[in-house]
């Protein structure tokens, strides 16, 4: 799980990287002098409801700041500055992440669907059925609510899964050895 992490952190730093050299490029030096007020347009009615939009939409700081047309760094001075601008990004974050949350839940706990089944002869019959919990969705709840206990538990599960790799591998280049005989 730490190793996606950080290729997901490894990949955002990236693009900030390639969005901060994109925008090096772009600026003509007529344009450096312009963007000292860049921040007024954001501070907008329809500046702000533009950040909250996209901050909703699940874009990052990075991406937002790409679509702003400035660097990142830009981005969170703005946000350390002007509190209507971190504002609107932290609603537009909040709302989606109450959307996730609400969705990891239901999937932790499990849940029940109706689906429609068509038979032969085109009659349309409701059938009820249960969404089992899925012990990873529940987890991740768990790691996230409680991390003094949970935490450990997901590196020794990672550590153990891991393991069932390696012995997977070992196993099939068994195989593969026997077969070439």
Known sequence: MSSKYTIAKQADENIRQASWE???QRLSLKDKIMAKGKYEKWLSEDGLLLLE????SGLTNVQIAAKMGINPDT????ISKYTDIAEALNKGKEIVDFKVENALLKRALGYDIVETVYDNSGHAKKIEKHIKPDVRAQIIWLSNRKPKYWRKYIAAEAIAEEADTD???NTNNDKLKEEDK
């Open 75 to 78: 981005l969170y001075t703005y």
């Open 53 to 56: 939009g996209w901050a909703r």
């Open 22 to 24: 994109l925008n090096q």
């Open 167 to 169: 012995t997977d591998t």
